[in-house]
C-alpha cells in the first residue's frame, strides 16, 4: 500500500524545515533560489491565462509551489526535474494526482518530442536557475515542437535584455524575438525566495509564433548573419559582417544598402525583421 501524499508547507519556516529534511542546500553559484510565496505562483499562472484543457511542461519544478498551483488550473502537468531528492519528494506530495507526471532528467537533454504528444498544445511553466534561465529558453524555442506560450521566472535584467526594442537589441532578444513575443509581465522581490537572491527577479510572459518567419532550412544562416553581425556590435554593422563573414566589404556595404540598411549603423539597432531581409539576401557562402 502506498504512502499518503504528503502536503507542502505553508509557511517560510516550514518550507525551509523541508529543504533541511531534504539535505538540500541551495547554490548561489548556480542561481537556486526556492520561491514560498503562494502569491507569486497564483499572479503567474493567471498571466499564462492556463485553463483546464490545457497541457503544462514545467521546466525544474523544485518543491513544489508552482506545480500545485498549476495542477489546480490545468488538465495535465509535466514536470521535469533533474535532482533526485527533488524528484522523490513531489512523487510523494502529488501521488494521488492523476495529472500529474513526472519525468526525471536534465531539461536541456529532453526533447519536447519526446514527452509531450506530438502535435499537442502546451504550455511551459518554470522558475528557472539563473544559471541555466538562457539556455533553457533557447533550447525550447528552437524544438521542432514548441509550446505555445511560456510563463519564465528569471532574473529581471536578463528579462529585460530579451524584451528590449531597437537600439538596444542584443544576440539573446533577437534570437528569442525570431520565435515569440515577449513581455515583462510583473517584478519579483527577493525577499519571496530561500535564500533570497541578490538580484532582482520578474516574471516574462512568451507568446511563440505559430511559425518563425523564415524556414527550417534558413535559420542556420540567419543564425549565422546574426552573430557575424554583434560579433564586433562596437563596430559598425558592415565593418562587423565583412570581418566576421570573410567577405569584401564593398559587398557586404551593397547587401545592406539592397535591403535599405544603412552600412554605418551598429548591430543592436537592427530589428529582427530587418535580420530576417539580410538573411533572405545574403550572398553565396554565408550559410545554407
Not at 177 to 198: C, E, G, H, K, N
Not at 226 to 238: D, L, M, S, T, W
Amino acid at each position: 500500500m502506498s504512502a499518503p501524499p504528503v502536503p507542502l508547507p505553508t509557511s517560510r519556516r516550514e518550507w525551509a524545515t523541508l529543504l533541511d529534511h531534504l539535505g538540500i542546500r541551495p547554490s548561489k553559484g548556480l542561481g537556486q533560489n526556492f520561491l514560498y510565496e503562494r502569491g507569486i505562483v497564483q499572479r503567474m499562472v493567471r498571466s499564462l491565462g492556463i485553463g483546464p484543457d490545457d497541457l503544462v511542461l514545467e521546466i525544474g519544478p523544485g518543491l513544489g509551489i508552482l506545480t500545485d498551483e498549476l495542477l489546480q488550473r490545468a488538465g495535465q502537468v509535466t514536470a521535469i526535474e533533474l535532482d533526485g531528492r527533488l524528484a522523490e519528494h513531489l512523487g510523494r506530495v502529488f501521488a494521488d494526482r492523476p495529472s500529474f507526471r513526472l519525468v526525471r532528467g536534465d531539461a536541456l537533454k529532453i526533447a519536447t518530442e519526446a514527452v509531450i504528444p506530438p502535435g499537442r498544445p502546451f504550455v511551459v511553466a518554470a522558475n528557472l536557475p539563473y544559471a541555466v534561465a538562457s539556455a533553457v529558453l533557447r533550447h525550447l524555442l528552437e524544438q521542432p515542437h514548441r509550446p505555445r506560450r511560456m510563463g519564465l521566472m528569471m532574473q529581471k535584467e536578463v528579462v529585460e535584455r530579451i524584451c528590449a526594442v531597437p537600439p538596444n537589441l542584443s544576440v539573446l532578444a533577437v534570437a528569442t524575438q525570431f520565435y515569440a513575443r515577449p513581455r515583462l509581465a510583473f517584478d519579483v522581490a527577493s525577499t519571496v525566495f530561500i535564500p533570497p537572491p541578490t538580484v532582482e527577479s520578474a516574471v516574462m510572459i512568451l507568446d511563440v509564433l505559430p511559425e518563425p518567419p523564415l524556414p527550417e532550412a534558413l535559420h542556420p544562416r540567419f543564425f549565422r548573419v546574426v552573430n557575424g553581425g554583434f560579433r564586433q556590435k562596437r563596430k559598425q554593422i558592415a565593418n562587423s559582417l565583412a570581418a566576421v563573414l570573410e567577405l569584401p566589404k564593398d559587398e557586404v556595404v551593397a547587401w545592406l544598402e539592397g535591403e535599405g540598411i544603412d552600412p554605418m549603423r551598429r548591430a543592436q539597432t537592427l530589428a529582427v525583421e530587418e535580420w530576417v531581409r539580410l538573411t533572405l539576401a545574403a550572398p553565396e557562402g554565408v550559410g545554407p
